[in-house]
């Protein structure tokens, strides 16, 4: 069974920064695409960044370009998103998510629970 | 980016009667299109993919159709589990982008 477990959330201030963790086990995490979604308080989803099974291709939406960092260690099965100089716009559910196939350009077929991120003075 | 528009944003439905919902891309996205089942403090769940595939243990009353810029989601009789929040999302351009939601909700 494909799990997807995310942690790291928290209450942190603005321009402050915290790192999400997402273990993944029930599948081969070396050979999918992964993603971070996330959804305001009350909102719809919204794609954050993905990156490739190696690692060595990363995206991200303008709104987090240049303050976020996706990574994978795929030793651990995990995946990690570095968010740096956070604001109140960032508050949200970050979920993980683990496309359909080896794609880049497919659905998202797992997801994590999600973890909450609060920014907030 | 490719903006993603959904409709109604509430659907009003008793049990047991047929739920149409309506997604609108603003640019082509051949059948890369996508579904997704949202209740409350979940995750979303996958539910149609290419448009008209069932993810895997979906029931059959879940359908889509539709190609390019046109699609539709239909529930042909609603069970009292499928009240929900669905969200379209195209991953045929990049960045992949979700709509706004239809919240289904009991008449």
């Known amino acids: 069974e494909v799990q997807l477990v995310e942690s790291g959330g928290g209450l942190v201030q603005p321009g402050g920064s915290l790192r999400l963790s997402c273990a993944a086990s029930?599948?081969?995490?070396?050979?999918?695409?992964m993603h971070w979604v996330r959804q305001g308080p009350g909102k719809g989803l919204v794609w954050v960044s993905r990156?490739?099974?190696?690692?060595?291709?990363?995206n991200y939406a303008d709104s987090v370009e240049g303050r976020f960092t996706v990574s994978r260690d795929n030793a651990k099965n995990t995946l990690y998103l570095q968010m740096n100089s956070l604001r109140v716009e960032d508050t949200a559910v970050y979920y993980c998510?683990?496309?359909?196939?080896?794609?880049?350009?497919?659905?998202?077929?797992?997801w994590g629970q999600g973890t909450l991120v609060t920014v907030s003075s | 980016e490719t903006v993603m528009t959904q409709s109604p944003a509430t659907l009003s439905v008793s049990p047991g009667e047929r739920a149409t919902l309506s997604c609108r891309a603003s640019?082509?996205?051949?059948?890369?299109l996508a579904w997704y089942q949202q209740k409350p403090g979940q995750a979303p769940r996958l539910l149609i993919y290419?448009?008209?595939t069932r993810a895997t243990g979906i029931p059959g009353r879940f359908s889509g159709s539709g190609s390019g810029t046109e699609f539709t989601l239909t529930i042909s009789s609603l069970q009292s589990e499928d009240f929900a929040v669905y969200y379209c999302?195209?991953?045929?351009?990049?960045?992949?982008?979700f709509g706004q939601g239809t919240k289904v909700e009991i008449k």
């Open positions: 998510a683990r496309v359909l196939g080896r794609s880049s350009n497919s659905p998202f077929e797992n």
């Open positions: 990156i490739n099974s190696d690692g060595s291709t990363t």
């Open positions: 640019q082509t996205v051949s059948n890369n």
């Open positions: 029930g599948f081969t995490f070396s050979s999918h695409w």
């Open positions: 290419g448009a008209s």
């Open positions: 999302q195209q991953y045929n351009n990049w960045p992949q982008t």
